[in-house]
């Protein structure tokens, strides 16, 4: 929900290939509260990532398949919702 309340800090995410994804922000994280409106609103990846973590990328994939996002192949990884995937602009 918009109200939520999520850390702005750095983030570690463990890939199935052992890799580990740490998303970054153009600012240093705060280590504030933040609401989910705000972070969003901020553009903060590291808020991003939490939801996607909470959510996946299954289900954020086919979220963007719903709303049109048909021609483009959206790759299911958890960088997905901070736009790595390349969309035309029509979609």
Not at 49 to 63: E, I, K
Not at 69 to 79: A, D, G, I, K, N
């Amino acid at each position: 929900r918009p109200g939520d309340m999520l850390p702005d800090q750095v983030m570690e995410y463990r890939l199935g290939n052992g890799q580990v994804w740490r998303p970054t922000d153009v600012s240093a994280p705060t280590g504030e509260l933040l609401t989910l409106r705000d972070g969003l609103a901020q553009s903060k990846n590291t808020l991003t990532a939490q939801v996607m973590q909470a959510v996946g990328p299954q289900r954020v994939a086919q979220l963007a398949r719903d709303l049109g996002v048909r021609e483009s192949r959206l790759e299911e990884v958890p960088s997905l919702a901070l736009g790595t995937s390349p969309v035309t602009l029509r979609e």
